[in-house]
């Protein structure tokens, strides 16, 4: 497990940024930690860094799930907060997330029976004035985070 240390808001949304810059078709990253943690602005980073920076990124708090599709692949961002059992995420879209998007998930605890091993999972928590991201990377993830990870001063 790697932990990095987000200062401010900027660094949450940097972050994302980067990330996006190492993800491919059929990755997975899940989003885990409190209400307010940063889950939906690091994935506000990553999601523009792909797109363009004049797309409005919210959370999918009551759709479940966002498809931004204009681009390849497409990114899927869910956020399973108000999943009332596990079994509602085959309604939402996941299995054809994971044939060839890039699934950004948000309270991923909610349907853990239905993520993939291989998979980027992050944990955001807010500690004092910044936030600490905790990650833990499958072998696919491994050796792309290595170099982000080092310029970023993990600790």
């Not at 240390?5 to 989003?31: C, K, S």
């Not at 885990?32 to 943690?37: C, D, F, H, I, K």
């Not at 920076?53 to 799930?65: E, G, H, I, M």
């Amino acid at each position: 497990m790697q932990t990095l240390q987000l200062q401010t808001e900027n660094d949450t949304l940097a972050f994302g940024e980067a990330l996006a810059d190492l993800a491919v078709a059929g990755d997975v990253i899940t989003l885990a930690g409190p209400l307010g943690a940063g889950k939906t602005v690091l994935a506000r980073g990553f999601i523009t860094r792909r797109i363009g920076a004049n797309v409005d990124v919210t959370s999918p708090t009551f759709t479940l799930a966002h498809v931004h599709d204009t681009i390849t692949p497409p990114i899927w961002h869910f956020d399973f907060y108000r999943l009332e059992s596990p079994e509602e995420v085959e309604e939402i879209g996941l299995e054809e997330a994971l044939a060839g998007g890039i699934s950004l998930i948000e309270w991923p605890e909610k349907a853990a029976a239905y993520l993939p091993q291989d998979r980027l999972d992050i944990e955001l928590n807010p500690e004092g004035d910044c936030r600490i991201a905790r990650l833990s990377a499958s072998p696919s993830w491994t050796t792309r985070l290595e170099s982000l990870l080092g310029a970023r001063g993990a600790v």
